[in-house]
């Protein structure tokens, strides 16, 4: 069964700025051929580059300089929607036809940042550029998840990393509760991604179960997307090889159907690639 990776992090320090790296176990050079030595021959036969954070004068290089990069077939960059110059920001991506959505990171903001209303206006503008919007919120935030996309109904949003439950400490509750009511809104679309991230080391397939689980139980299979969150997913004492063979473990009872959805065929879809 062949992968698309919704979510895969390159990181070139050599071309570009990352602030947030520094003193992080990840803080090197990841490339996309370092990436697919491994990926290839577990059946990820491409990939969506995921912005990095980028300092904000790289914002629009970095995802330009991914979509040259082979096996990558499109991109997310990174936004600011907060900005009164989101719409030049978006008209610029929308020059490249590989650059398919954008995403702002909200997990480490404050919880306003989202809710203005100038916020909420720029993103009703992705629509109108064929971008769709991806959501990264802590598990304790998705209910300002659900105020935006219920004010901005007409964006496709992505919700990254099933919502960053904590696994290792509070686990299933009260993130389960919070997921539906975010998976409600039928313009979001799951990310079976980062999971391995809020685990301790040693984590199994069964460690992880219960959240992929419930993310197909919210959200259904034609509204699922699986990404490999590498390389921050390595930081949790696991591999790119570990997370793809935990994902078949977990998902074997299911169609062949079903299994393409979730593994490429509504990324194919919803990202548009």
């Given at each position: 069964?062949?992968?698309?990776?919704?979510?895969?992090?390159?990181?070139?320090?050599?071309?570009?700025?990352?602030?947030?790296?520094?003193?992080?176990?990840?803080?090197?050079?990841?490339?996309?051929?370092?990436?697919f030595?491994?990926?290839?021959?577990?059946?990820?036969?491409?990939?969506?580059?995921?912005?990095?954070?980028?300092?904000?004068?790289?914002m629009?290089?970095?995802?330009?300089?991914?979509?040259?990069?082979?096996?990558?077939?499109?991109?997310?960059?990174?936004?600011?929607?907060e900005?009164?110059?989101?719409?030049?920001?978006?008209?610029?991506?929308?020059?490249?036809?590989?650059?398919?959505?954008?995403?702002?990171?909200?997990?480490?903001?404050?919880?306003?940042?989202?809710?203005?209303?100038?916020?909420?206006?720029?993103?009703?503008?992705?629509?109108?550029?064929?971008?769709?919007?991806?959501?990264?919120?802590?598990?304790?935030?998705?209910?300002?998840?659900?105020?935006?996309v219920?004010?901005?109904?007409?964006?496709?949003?992505?919700?990254?990393?099933?919502?960053?439950?904590?696994?290792?400490?509070?686990?299933?509750?009260?993130?389960?509760?919070?997921?539906?009511?975010?998976?409600r809104?039928?313009?979001?679309?799951?990310?079976?991604?980062?999971?391995?991230?809020?685990?301790?080391?040693?984590?199994?397939?069964e460690?992880?179960?219960?959240?992929?689980?419930?993310?197909?139980?919210?959200?259904?299979?034609?509204?699922?997307?699986?990404?490999?969150?590498?390389?921050?997913?390595?930081?949790?004492?696991?591999?790119?090889?570990?997370?793809?063979?935990?994902?078949?473990?977990?998902?074997?009872?299911?169609?062949?159907?079903?299994?393409?959805?979730?593994?490429?065929?509504?990324?194919?879809?919803?990202?548009?690639?």
């Amino acid at each position: 069964m062949r992968i698309l990776d919704t979510h895969l992090h390159l990181i070139y320090p050599d071309r570009f700025d990352y602030p947030w790296l520094a003193g992080k176990a990840i803080d090197r050079t990841w490339t996309a051929e370092q990436y697919f030595a491994e990926a290839v021959p577990l059946g990820i036969e491409s990939a969506l580059h995921m912005e990095v954070d980028v300092a904000e004068g790289d914002m629009l290089a970095e995802s330009e300089y991914a979509i040259t990069l082979p096996r990558i077939i499109g991109a997310i960059a990174a936004c600011r929607p907060e900005s009164m110059t989101f719409v030049d920001q978006i008209e610029q991506l929308s020059e490249h036809a590989h650059i398919t959505g954008v995403r702002r990171i909200l997990h480490e903001l404050p919880d306003e940042l989202s809710q203005s209303d100038l916020f909420i206006e720029n993103i009703r503008h992705l629509p109108d550029y064929d971008l769709s919007f991806d959501l990264c919120l802590r598990a304790d935030q998705l209910h300002l998840g659900v105020d935006l996309v219920q004010r901005a109904p007409d964006v496709t949003f992505i919700l990254d990393h099933c919502g960053n439950p904590d696994i290792k400490g509070l686990g299933l509750d009260p993130w389960r509760a919070s997921l539906r009511e975010v998976a409600r809104n039928p313009n979001v679309i799951g990310k079976v991604s980062g999971l391995v991230n809020h685990c301790t080391s040693g984590w199994t397939a069964e460690t992880l179960r219960p959240y992929v689980e419930h993310m197909v139980d919210c959200f259904g299979w034609d509204r699922l997307v699986w990404g490999s969150d590498h390389p921050v997913a390595t930081t949790t004492g696991g591999t790119l090889t570990d997370w793809v063979n935990a994902t078949h473990e977990i998902i074997k009872g299911a169609s062949e159907d079903e299994q393409a959805k979730l593994l490429h065929r509504t990324a194919e879809r919803i990202y548009k690639v």
